[in-house]
């Protein structure tokens, strides 16, 4: 038997007591990746959104005065904040597709290395573990889905 291409896995989202619908799969990804538990993860990457002049500014810009909801985990994470937050954690970014190049890699488990990875597709993050993928969800579409890259630890 095949092993399973997709495991359901909130990243200890519920067990940390958070309720609801969100958009969270960075810090999803990133505990389930990292082994870090979903609260601390949230609650660093929160942090390092208010602390982010560039992020507040741009906020402020497109919302207004109610910044501090816009800078929760719940509602996304931009790579500006989430690509420092693993690069100090010691990840590396690998990138997959350049433009103009179109996909060269796809969510499947025979075109991602083995080992612990948190991939960049299309509006989403998910953990990739022995290129089987740890999510809420199924979000490969069937092996189709394109892979712009990779954070992994050295």
């Not at 931009?78 to 690509?83: E, H, L, V, Y």
């Amino acid at each position: 038997m095949s092993p399973p291409r997709w495991v359901q896995d909130d990243g200890g989202r519920a067990a940390a007591g958070f309720t609801g619908e969100a958009r969270d799969c960075v810090t999803r990804a990133i505990a389930i990746a990292t082994g870090i538990p979903y609260a601390q993860v949230y609650y660093d990457l929160h942090a390092q959104a208010l602390s982010d002049p560039r992020h507040i500014a741009r906020l402020r810009q497109r919302y207004g005065c109610t910044v501090r909801q816009h800078t929760s985990p719940r509602h996304g994470v931009p790579r500006q904040i989430s690509d420092p937050y693993l690069s100090r954690l010691g990840w590396t970014w690998t990138a997959t597709m350049r433009i103009g190049q179109g996909c060269t890699v796809h969510l499947r488990a025979d075109e991602l290395p083995m080992g612990r990875l948190i991939v960049r597709v299309s509006k989403h993050m998910c953990a990739v573990i022995d290129g089987v993928i740890h999510d809420t969800h199924d979000p490969s579409r069937d092996g189709t889905r394109c892979v712009y890259g990779y954070w992994r630890r050295p």
